[in-house]
Structures are given as C-alpha cells and as structure tokens.
Nanobody, 122 residues
Framework: QVQLVESGGGLVQAGGSLRLSCVASGSIGGIKFMGWYRQAPGNQREVVATITGGGSRNYADSVKGRFSISIDNANNTVYLQMNSLKPEDTAVYYC????????????????WGQGTLVTVSS
C-alpha cells in the first residue's frame, strides 16, 4: 500500500520559519511529481508548490521568494522550507504525489497525505 506521511507542522510567529517533510512509502518505482497544497478554513484547497522528479519547480505567486520546495528521490521525500511566514499562510498543508508503482513501475497512482496543520500567529 502506497501512502504519504507529512510532518513538520506547528505553531510559529509571523516572520518565522518551518520545514515540512513528506515521505512516500510502499512499492514505489519512480516519482513523476510531488507537491504541497493547503486549505485554510472556509477556503478551497490551493496549490502551494510542486516539483517534478527531474527537479522542475513551480510556486504559487503568494509564496514565491519565501517558500522553497526540494525533493530527495532516493528517499521518496519532498520538503517545503517556509520562511517569512505570514498569518495568511495558516492552513492545513497536504502533500500530493504522482507515483509509478507496482511491478515494473508501470502503474501511475496519485496519492494524498493526511495533512499537517501550520498556524502562524501575528
């Protein structure tokens, strides 16, 4: 069974930093992409940052220059370094990944993590 497990959320003051981690486990043959999304109360889930297995990155305009996404393909792990945090960054952050799984890594599977809460106080 393939699953994603996030960690690193918590409470931080505005201007502070947090680093989120997401580990994919199971019969994984390759990573097409990994990414972070977030959902604040009353809002729709939105993309924060994505990275392909080859390292191409995309960021939401609201986090450019403050957040940085990186990937460790060998350990099936994606990180989100969040600096200069603002109260509006408060949300549940979800990891999402497109993986190649199963024998021969021929099956494509998209998986979501359970989420980790980030709270930024003013």
């Amino acid at each position: 069974q393939v699953q994603l497990v996030e960690s690193g959320g918590g409470l931080v003051q505005a201007g502070g930093s947090l680093r989120l981690s997401c580990v994919a486990s199971g019969s994984i043959g390759g990573i097409k992409f990994m990414g972070w999304y977030r959902q604040a109360p009353g809002n729709q889930r939105e993309v924060v940052a994505t990275i392909t297995g080859g390292g191409s990155r995309n960021y939401a305009d609201s986090v450019k220059g403050r957040f940085s996404i990186s990937i460790d393909n060998a350990n099936n792990t994606v990180y989100l370094q969040m600096n200069s945090l603002k109260p509006e960054d408060t949300a549940v952050y979800y990891c999402n990944s497109g993986l190649l799984v199963g024998p021969g890594a021929l099956r494509y599977l998209e998986v979501w993590g359970q989420g980790t809460l980030v709270t930024v106080s003013s």
